[in-house]
């Protein structure tokens, strides 16, 4: 971060000079825009809906219908996409209409429906609570889990008519999936397929920057980032991506930046969109998930939050320490692909899992792809999209 900065700052202090502002500079009209203008502007319908959870958080939720070339039918099958961790629905339309997941899918015939879990840019909403006050954003995965996910798919449920649906998660899209679909018996009910891309459960071989984190006490964590929003996009941000990341000439460090995070594959990512890819990340969460993720990493451990003392457990889950969660419990078909230069989901915690999925329908090793591959690499309509969309059509057929 501090490397792009400074070139921020090369860029505003000396660009002017040397003619800079104008060499080599494009930028891509979706880098000034939100998720529905996005949709809009590659000409396919949107709708958007408020979902209000059982504990009163406002999570926005966008909906694109049908494709450009379709026209709405009621019993088109829907798919409902989650979003990473510090991501948000704007993963699934980053990209042109031709290798957008999203887009793809509404051409293909699906209702498709985007989510974002709270604390994100776009569900950043309470009925009671400011995001001013530690109360808002006292929450981490457990409560996207019990919370954000059912109410959403119900939400889903009620306003298609349809029971079922087809469930795409990507991180922690995966992560609150597994909690969700392993506690939450009727809701697991309701997914026809999850589809689950670089997921995670335990991260105890993670090479991603939070594993720094484990580092610091929990009061530390709290000192240097605080008690309420953790990684939020900021002005720097928006600026970097559409003043700094747009220019040929810093399209190398940019792409670094990123890579850092979630492992390298420079030739699978395309340069010219990155004002696009940054300008909408990071999207930001709770420092309590992080201190989650943090946790997770320490222990091992697929793990509830630990409230930091046998008082607060027993107020939060009637027992003294944090429950696990058992992903043996859910039946829901599950196909998964994962990465071999993923940072996050690290191939021995992905070799972990797999075994205690019980319907493990497919899955798929891909030895290039790191953490953000499966919804910005230029091929994964090859290698992800067409295979995913293949077993939604013959699950119907």
């Given at each position: 971060m501090w490397q792009l900065l400074a070139a921020a700052c090369?860029?505003?202090?000396?660009?002017?000079?040397?003619?800079?502002?104008?060499?080599?500079?494009?930028?891509?009209p979706e880098a000034n825009m939100n998720?529905?203008?996005?949709?809009?502007?590659?000409?396919?319908p949107y709708e958007e809906y408020d979902v209000v959870t059982k504990d009163e958080y406002v999570l926005r939720t966008y909906r694109i219908p049908h494709g450009r070339r379709c026209l709405r039918n009621a019993s088109r099958p829907v798919v409902y996409l989650q979003h990473g961790l510090v991501a948000s629905a704007s993963n699934w339309v980053c990209n042109p209409p031709n290798s957008s997941l999203a887009f793809l899918l509404a051409d293909n015939g699906y209702d498709v429906w985007m989510g974002n879990s709270r604390g994100n840019t776009w569900s950043r909403k309470h009925l009671k609570f400011s995001t001013k006050s530690p109360e808002f954003w006292a929450?981490?995965?457990?409560?996207?889990?019990?919370?954000?996910?059912?109410d959403t798919i119900n939400f889903i449920v009620e306003k298609t008519g349809q029971e079922r649906l087809y469930y795409v998660g990507h991180s922690q899209g995966t992560t609150i999936a597994f909690i969700a679909f392993s506690t939450n018996p009727e809701l697991a009910k309701r997914i026809k397929i999850f589809f689950a891309l670089a997921p995670v459960t335990t991260v105890k071989y993670t090479r991603s920057p939070m594993r720094k984190l484990t580092n610091l006490s929990r009061a530390a964590v709290k000192v240097l980032f605080g008690d309420k929003m953790f990684s939020p996009h900021t002005f720097v941000d928006q600026f970097i991506a559409t003043n700094v990341c747009n220019r040929k000439l810093f399209h190398h460090i940019c792409s670094n930046f990123l890579f850092s995070f979630c492992g390298f594959d420079p030739k699978n990512l395309n340069m010219s969109r990155l004002d696009v890819y940054l300008a909408q990340s990071p999207a930001g969460t709770s420092v309590q998930n992080m201190l989650h993720w943090a946790q997770a990493v320490n222990s091992g451990l697929f793990q509830a939050y630990d409230w930091g003392n046998p008082y607060q457990n027993m107020i939060h889950f009637h027992q003294l320490t944090p429950p696990l969660y058992n992903v043996t419990k859910m039946e829901v078909p599950t196909a998964v692909w994962s990465g071999g230069e993923d940072r996050v989901a690290d191939l021995r915690d992905i070799e972990n899992l797999l075994p205690k999925i019980?319907?493990?329908?497919?899955?798929?090793?891909?030895?290039?792809?790191?953490?953000?591959?499966?919804?910005?690499g230029q091929d994964a309509p090859q290698e992800i999209y067409q295979d995913l969309i293949r077993m939604m059509e013959e699950s119907f057929n």
């Open positions: 090369w860029v505003l202090l000396l660009g002017p000079l040397y003619g800079f502002h104008k060499k080599g500079k494009v930028t891509n998720i529905s203008q996005i949709i809009a502007y590659w000409g396919y929450f981490s995965l457990d409560e996207m889990a019990k919370y954000d996910l059912p019980t319907r493990l329908i497919y899955y798929k090793f891909i030895p290039y792809y790191n953490h953000v591959d499966f919804f910005l």
